[in-house]
């Protein structure tokens, strides 16, 4: 990545994210998880993919894009993808802890990040996580 401004605020907004989307994963599992009594695994996965789909529309605000029918095949896919692993993730809650549970989750992100760094400060930042 090049030395400037614009490279190193690229890096803060990534950084950001990514500690903003593993802590949203943490904190929204553990509010989850109270839910189990209520309504299950199944019906857990089902408010907490909704509740995100309406973020989604919230943020990308559809009726300013239009939507092709093939964007709208390949987030459906990806919704039931998320969808799945929410209620997979949810069911493993059964039997196993929450941390081991979350930490199983990040594994296949950091198998990916191992495979596709191609510089030693990337490893060292795996080896952090």
């Not at 969808?83 to 997979?88: D, E």
């Not at 081991?100 to 191609?118: C, D, M």
């Amino acid at each position: 990545m090049p030395h400037t401004a614009s490279g190193k605020s690229t890096t803060l907004i990534a950084v950001l994210a990514l500690t903003g989307s593993m802590a949203s994963l943490c904190v929204g599992t553990s509010f989850a998880k109270h839910l189990f009594d209520a309504l299950g695994a199944q019906g857990t996965t089902a408010l907490r993919v909704s509740f995100s789909a309406l973020i989604l529309l919230c943020v990308w605000r559809p009726w300013r894009t239009p939507l092709t029918r093939a964007n709208a095949l390949a987030i459906a896919l990806y919704g039931a993808a998320l969808g799945a692993t929410n209620l997979l993730f949810y069911m493993s809650l059964r039997t196993v802890p929450l941390g081991l549970a979350i930490a199983i989750e990040f594994t296949g992100a950091l198998a990916v990040a191992v495979l596709s760094s191609r510089r030693g400060i990337g490893f060292l930042w795996m080896a952090c996580a």
